[in-house]
């Protein structure tokens, strides 16, 4: 018998964060240069994403910054929400995608590498975090919307060119 | 951070900024395609990324994406977004291809059409601009994408981003004649880097 997924879709903006807990599922739309960054525990099944648009807090100019913008904080601020979810910090695994070069252009700004950019800053935060990186679909240039289900900790990626995958 | 000196009086004078740059991009298309383009009554508005990105159809909507940069006295991203549908129909027309499609028949041609007609249509919008301020304004070579809008539109929301949580955007809506409550339209969004608007007001004599 066909039995329809129990959960909602947590959904979760530009420069924003959430958690979501199975049976629920949580998904970011249209990610270019940004990255998603997924932490799960798998015993818990419970899974926090944040939409990166920004490598280094040090770029802000403003006095007061949203956290979820930039790398640094971003994968900070999301591993204290899902602490105090309850998810274990040794544990906690992670899953990446997003960092892409949408635009090719000769005269290479680095503002324009801004996709690596951003996921070299990640994989820097996690790796000081010590959370494992456990798969990443990241660069080239297409556009992704990323989808984490914490109940089989699979990343779910839809492009426009190249279909479906899982990570 | 929104932008505090930023008022009404100041979002009309960024809306005729859009309507001037616009209504010469949407004579050159008309020109390019011999097809009569309408132009909408443009917006300017300041909102967060997200709710831009929800105003144009959502993060996940498929477009043809054109995009440059402005330097010069101005700094900035330009973007030229349409509907697959229309971008299809337009070169369809221009190249005298009537399979050409964007998502399975893109043709070298097609490809480079596109591109090519971005390259007109903005710089006849940042020409107008350019003039109508009396600033030097330099378009970079426009970069082609056929993708998501929000991954599109995020390159232009990166510099925006290190000073603010809101964009002022610049949007100004064409169509094709006789398309009208059709999804087809075009636009044309314009994204001054916040230091820029100093510079538009001082131009204007505004303060």
């Given at each position: 018998?066909?039995?329809?997924?129990?959960?909602?879709?947590?959904?979760?903006?530009?420069?924003?964060m959430?958690?979501?807990?199975?049976?629920?599922?949580?998904?970011?739309?249209?990610?270019?240069?940004?990255?998603?960054?997924?932490?799960?525990?798998?015993?818990?099944?419970?899974?926090?994403?944040?939409?990166?648009?920004?490598?280094?807090?040090?770029?802000?100019?403003t006095?007061t910054?949203?956290?979820a913008?930039?790398?640094?904080t971003?994968?900070?601020?999301?591993?204290?929400?899902?602490?105090?979810?309850?998810?274990?910090?040794?544990?906690?695994?992670a899953?990446?995608a997003?960092?892409?070069q949408?635009?090719?252009?000769?005269s290479?700004?680095?503002?324009?590498?801004?996709?690596?950019?951003?996921?070299?800053?990640v994989?820097?935060?996690?790796n000081?975090?010590?959370?494992?990186?456990?798969?990443?679909?990241?660069?080239?240039?297409?556009?992704?919307?990323?989808?984490f289900d914490?109940?089989t900790?699979?990343?779910?990626?839809?492009t426009?060119?190249?279909?479906?995958?899982?990570? | 951070?929104?932008?505090?000196?930023?008022n009404?009086?100041?979002?009309?004078?960024?809306?005729?900024?859009?309507?001037?740059?616009a209504?010469?991009?949407?004579?050159a298309?008309?020109?390019l395609?011999?097809?009569?383009?309408?132009?909408?009554?443009?917006?300017?508005?300041?909102?967060?990324?997200?709710?831009?990105?929800?105003?144009?159809?959502?993060?996940?909507?498929?477009?043809?994406?054109?995009?440059?940069?402005?330097?010069?006295?101005?700094?900035?991203?330009?973007?030229?977004?349409?509907?697959?549908?229309?971008?299809?129909?337009?070169?369809?027309?221009?190249?005298?291809?009537?399979?050409?499609?964007f998502?399975?028949?893109?043709?070298?041609?097609?490809?480079?059409?596109?591109?090519?007609m971005?390259?007109?249509?903005?710089?006849?919008y940042?020409?107008a601009?350019?003039?109508?301020?009396?600033?030097?304004?330099y378009?970079?070579?426009?970069?082609?994408?056929?993708?998501?809008?929000g991954?599109?539109?995020s390159?232009?929301?990166?510099?925006?981003?290190?000073?603010?949580?809101?964009?002022?955007m610049i949007?100004?809506?064409?169509?094709?004649?006789?398309l009208?409550?059709?999804?087809?339209?075009?636009?044309?969004l314009?994204?001054?880097?916040?230091?820029?608007?100093?510079?538009?007001?001082?131009?204007?004599?505004?303060?």
């Open positions: 018998m066909f039995t329809p997924k129990s959960g909602k879709i947590v959904k979760v903006g530009i420069a924003q959430d958690v979501a807990k199975s049976p629920d599922t949580i998904r970011t739309s249209g990610l270019g240069s940004c990255v998603g960054v997924v932490l799960y525990d798998e015993t818990k099944k419970i899974a926090g994403l944040v939409h990166v648009m920004l490598p280094d807090s040090s770029l802000s100019r006095e910054i949203n956290t913008k930039f790398a640094d971003g994968v900070k601020a999301l591993l204290d929400k899902l602490l105090i979810e309850g998810a274990q910090k040794y544990r906690l695994k899953k990446i997003g960092g892409a949408m635009f090719q252009f000769s290479a700004k680095e503002m324009m590498r801004i996709g690596p950019r951003n996921v070299e800053a994989k820097k935060v996690l000081e975090l010590g959370i494992p990186l456990i798969a990443e679909d990241t660069g080239g240039n297409s556009g992704r919307t990323i989808e914490p109940a900790s699979k990343l779910m990626i839809r426009v060119n190249q279909g479906v995958s899982e990570i | 951070m929104r932008h505090p000196d930023i009404s009086l100041h979002l009309d004078i960024l809306k005729e900024i859009g309507n001037i740059g209504a010469h991009a949407a004579t298309l008309s020109n395609l011999n097809k009569k383009i309408e132009m909408r009554v443009p917006k300017a508005e300041m909102i967060t990324f997200n709710e831009m990105v929800e105003m144009m159809g959502g993060a996940e909507r498929v477009v043809v994406g054109i995009y440059l940069r402005i330097e010069g006295d101005l700094e900035g991203s330009m973007f030229f977004i349409l509907p697959i549908e229309q971008a299809n129909r337009f070169i369809q027309h221009l190249i005298h291809e009537e399979h050409f499609d998502r399975t028949n893109a043709s070298d041609l097609g490809m480079s059409a596109m591109q090519e971005g390259n007109i249509l903005s710089g006849s940042l020409s601009m350019s003039d109508f301020l009396n600033l030097n304004i378009p970079t070579v426009p970069g082609l994408s056929i993708d998501m809008f991954a599109i539109i390159i232009g929301l990166i510099e925006i981003s290190q000073v603010s949580d809101y964009v002022i949007d100004t809506s064409i169509l094709e004649e006789g009208e409550n059709t999804e087809m339209k075009g636009h044309f314009l994204l001054p880097s916040p230091e820029s608007f100093d510079v538009i007001f001082k131009a204007l004599g505004v303060v």
